[in-house]
């Protein structure tokens, strides 16, 4: 199955999680919604385009993602400059397809 979620998109195979990349906060409760692009029903390959297909997924957990984080800072002088950056990781598991 491909879905598509905040512009990107993600092939996503059966009994899998993936890992979305999200500004805000996300809890355990959350359900996302993705939009469908291409499904497999049976033997049968579905291309949608125009209908109203949504993938359903429940939330399972968030992390922080860490990628080289370093700071440069001058004594006395107040000078402090950081490099790096963190994302907020959300493991999502899609669980339904419905039709609207």
């Known amino acids: 199955m491909f879905i598509q979620l905040n512009n990107n998109q993600y092939r996503i195979s059966r009994n899998m999680l993936i890992r979305l990349m999200t500004d805000s906060f996300v809890n355990h409760r959350t359900i996302v919604v993705a939009k469908i692009i291409v499904f497999r029903c049976g033997n049968d390959l ?45 493991m999502v598991y899609f669980t339904k397809i419905i039709k609207l």
């Open 46 to 90: 579905i291309y949608v385009n125009g209908t109203n297909w949504l993938a359903l997924g429940k939330v399972i957990g968030s992390s922080v993602d860490v990628g080289c984080l370093c700071c440069k800072f001058k004594r006395r002088k107040g000078y402090k400059r950081t490099y790096g950056y963190r994302n907020v990781i959300t």
